[in-house]
């Protein structure tokens, strides 16, 4: 560990910088997002042409298209400065780490982004249409289909973050063993907890039928076994 520890004031000051750069990466990250982002509403409305029932999307405001450019190249612009947001952060609580711990950066930035990024391929691949499909199956003959942009935006967004956060699990672990308060033990002793947690919070996110239960299920359930294997590695020898 660092033989100097630093100040209270100078962990503020530390800090303070800190969220300015993690601030000003994102903002610049949104900007860059929204030179692009005609084609970023392309991706995020293909997911209608994998269903087999129709959908019309309206804007409701005039002022509909422009809060819903700004907003989606905000999350996009978040999801690119990922890998400064965790550098810095890591950075930030890196002093009280010891130097072998400290190598582990850019190995854990690669990691953190990469997951995060299969998170969202898995929601928009495989979960989004057999979502919409199911949603858009619960209509009316007599009644069409015309759904808000806003809302429709607002969904399968954050159903995309939703899932990216979920595949950090691997992540969040091996920082937790790395300061020793989730240990393989403990994983595997609250295994059986936690496939029933798994199971509840994929049944919140998903339709409520058995096939879209399982797709969800069973991919979080693999990446809990990941956890655990991620939790031997990340441990300190001298606690194993």
């Known amino acids: 560990n660092s033989s100097k520890e630093m100040p209270f004031l100078e962990h503020l000051e530390e800090f303070r910088?800190?969220?300015?750069?993690i601030l000003s990466?994102?903002?610049?990250?949104?900007?860059v997002s929204f030179l692009f982002i005609d084609d970023v509403l392309d991706l995020l409305i293909n997911p209608l042409n994998l269903i087999t029932r129709s959908l019309n999307?309206?804007?409701?405001?005039?002022?509909?298209?422009?809060?819903?450019?700004?907003?989606?190249?905000?999350v996009c612009g978040s999801i690119l400065a990922l890998p400064i947001i965790t550098f810095h952060t890591w950075k930030f609580i890196a002093?009280?780490?010891y130097i072998s711990e400290k190598?582990?950066?850019i190995p854990l930035i690669l990691f953190t982004f990469f997951s995060f990024i299969i998170g969202i391929a898995f929601a928009y691949f495989i979960?989004?249409?057999?979502?919409?499909?199911?949603?858009?199956?619960m209509g009316y003959e007599q009644i069409q289909n015309n759904y808000s942009?806003?809302?429709?935006?607002?969904f399968i967004t954050w159903l995309m973050i939703g899932c990216g956060f979920l595949f950090e699990l691997p992540v969040l672990i091996f920082i937790l063993a790395r300061l020793?308060?989730?240990?393989?033990?403990?994983?595997?002793h609250y295994r059986r907890h936690s496939i029933v947690a798994i199971m509840i919070l994929s049944a919140i996110i998903t339709p409520p039928d058995p096939i879209s239960l399982c797709i969800m299920t069973l991919p979080l359930i693999i990446i809990y076994e990941i956890s655990i294997g991620v939790a031997y590695l990340a441990i300190p020898k001298s606690n194993i």
Not at 60 to 68: A, D, K, P, R, V
Not at 127 to 136: A, V
Not at 149 to 154: C, G, P, Q
């Open 180 to 188: 020793n308060i989730a240990t393989p033990s403990f994983l595997k």
């Open 57 to 74: 999307l309206q804007v409701l405001h005039i002022q509909g298209m422009f809060f819903i450019k700004w907003g989606l190249s905000f």
């Open 95 to 97: 002093p009280g780490l």
């Open 25 to 31: 990466s994102i903002f610049l990250s949104s900007l």
């Open 17 to 21: 910088w800190r969220l300015i750069k």
């Open 149 to 154: 942009i806003t809302l429709y935006l607002n």
């Open 103 to 105: 190598k582990i950066i």
């Open 127 to 137: 979960l989004i249409p057999i979502s919409l499909e199911f949603f858009i199956s």
